[in-house]
């Protein structure tokens, strides 16, 4: 029997798909496609619980150890998980993220005792040379845009700077 009649398909989970995977450049599909062949292990073009346990077990794992990760994951789609399927349940949750929290957690990695405050060529390399490099230009304008978040010190400060990003309201004060 396919896989299209099996328990756990139904609703309107196509409808998504293809509005969903427009949120996604053509590398990013691309890449999708090759974690889809990975988890797609009997290479059926749908995703199901024997497959990532098949996954799980190729990985040198009990997928036994894992029924209930497994479980959860075949459980957030309303139908058998397609690639388009699959595309909508990753776009779903990466428009449920938010860009600026995401830079502070990153950020407080840079900053491990929480002062708030990085040398300015540390911040530099973190949006020049890491993730979606920011070009010279780009660094120099954001720079110019918010003068004072580098103080006296040559010291940028970052909390300040995200929280401008995410408010509009500029930080009171100087280190």
Avoid at 20 to 44: C, H, I, P, W, Y
Avoid at 68 to 76: F, H, Y
Wanted: glycine share 12%; charged share 35%; with cysteine.
């Amino acid at each position: 029997m396919g896989r299209k009649g099996r328990k756990g398909g139904g609703g309107e989970g196509g409808k998504r798909a293809t509005t969903t995977a427009t949120t996604f450049d053509s590398s990013q599909v691309q890449e999708f496609k090759e974690a889809f062949g990975v988890l797609d292990q009997n290479r059926d073009g749908f995703v199901d619980k024997e497959d990532l346990k098949d996954t799980y077990a190729s990985f040198g794992k009990n997928p036994d150890e894992f029924k209930e990760q497994i479980d959860k994951m075949i459980g957030e789609a309303s139908e058998p998980i397609s690639f388009q399927v699959f595309l909508a349940l990753f776009g779903n949750k990466m428009k449920d993220t938010n860009p600026v929290e995401q830079l502070l957690n990153g950020m407080k990695q840079f900053d491990p005792k929480g002062k708030g405050w990085l040398p300015k060529l540390k911040v530099k390399e973190i949006f020049c040379e890491r993730g979606d490099r920011f070009s010279e230009d780009e660094w120099n304008k954001m720079l110019a845009g918010a003068p004072w978040a580098v103080n006296k010190k040559g010291q940028f400060d970052w909390v300040g700077f995200l929280t401008y990003v995410r408010t509009g309201a500029e930080p009171e004060g100087d280190e």
